[in-house]
């Protein structure tokens, strides 16, 4: 079965122009050609946290959130959303609690597309490194707990590096896709969107959407990959056997599970990372990676205060508001 799945960070409806426009994501959206898009940013990060893209605005689609939000009129949680077209259901909902400094979370969507039964993650990672890869590790041994199925990660990892970090975390139990440039949207230099498989699936192409709406609705490009599902059951990818059709490959109806979903709290071995030499090496508490990154978390979090000033100028000017 092939299936074609989108990551994008859409920043909370609000594009370059200031202006916050929700029916011009969907617009982006509906141009993915997509099966499953993973969203971040789809809501509004002060106040009550409501939906940027709500149930509203998918009305007339045939998209369907997955049950993830704890709030009416919410499609996801911590910005997170599943969205899922016409014919694929999804059988339940997970929340991953994540260690954090600020809100963030993790979610998963276990569905059934075409007889096949796959499990949906989305991530929207935090703005230093060591904290990215805690939160990694917090997502691989959530997943662990889970009954296994093929697996799609995918989100915004905020990591610049292509293999370091929170990267080589997912890379010693997945296989990563290789990294596509979706950030800035007007001049894309960071691959910090990616998407990592499990064994059972196959990369059949990707790609980056650079044209249109998608230069101005957001400051991410949304990423897409079109996979092959070779397997209904699979064993986890190990770490010695990381080379696979994914790292070879160039770029190129209701549900049944429970609205709140199911939170899946983590354990002591997330607030202290294991001990070994490899786990130590990916934990990037050399002096050289620390120095390396520090440069690309600050600017990251320049860009969230960017972000939250671009949010508070759309509110005040009431600009494309839905």
């Known amino acids: 079965m092939r299936i074609r799945v989108a990551t994008y960070n859409i920043r909370k409806c609000v594009g370059l122009d200031w202006k916050r426009k929700p029916e011009r994501v969907v617009g982006v959206i509906d141009e993915l050609g997509a099966d499953i898009v993973v969203l971040q940013e789809a809501d509004r990060r002060f106040g009550k946290r409501l939906a940027a893209l709500s149930h509203l605005h998918l009305t007339e689609t045939h998209w369907t959130p997955a049950p993830l939000a704890l709030h009416d009129g919410g499609i996801g949680w911590h910005g997170n959303a599943i969205l899922v077209r016409e014919g694929i259901e999804v059988e339940e909902t997970h929340r991953l609690e994540l260690p954090v400094l600020e809100p963030r979370g993790a979610v998963a969507a276990d569905i059934v597309a075409d007889g096949h039964r796959l499990r949906i993650v989305g991530a929207h990672l935090g703005l230093t490194g060591g904290m990215r890869v805690r939160q990694a590790h917090r997502i691989v041994e959530a997943l ?9 990660i995918t989100g915004d990892m905020n990591n610049w590096q292509h293999q370091t970090g929170c990267i080589a975390v997912f890379a010693s139990h997945f296989r990563l896709v290789p990294p596509q440039p979706t950030f800035h949207a007007t001049r894309p230099v960071a691959a910090l969107d990616r998407i990592a498989l499990s064994g059972g699936i196959d990369l059949i192409a990707q790609g980056v959407v ?7 609705a957001s400051d991410h490009l949304p990423l897409w990959a079109d996979l092959e599902v070779t397997a209904e059951a699979s064993s986890r990818t190990a770490a010695t056997d990381r080379t696979g059709p994914a790292d070879r490959a160039g770029a190129g109806s209701a549900p049944s599970g429970s609205a709140a979903g199911r939170a899946l709290p983590g354990s002591a ?12 090496a990916l934990s ?36 494309g508001a839905a």
Not at 269 to 280: H, I, N, V, W
Not at 295 to 310: K, Q
């Open 144 to 152: 662990e707990r889970l009954p296994e199925r093929p697996t799609i």
């Open 210 to 216: 650079r044209e249109g709406e998608a230069r101005r």
């Open 269 to 280: 071995a997330d607030r202290a990372l294991p001990g070994s030499a490899a786990d130590r």
């Open 284 to 319: 990037e508490s050399a002096a050289d990676r620390a120095l390396s990154e520090s440069a690309a978390d600050r600017a990251l979090s320049e860009s969230a205060a960017d972000r939250a000033l671009s949010e508070s100028a759309a509110d005040r000017a009431g600009a």
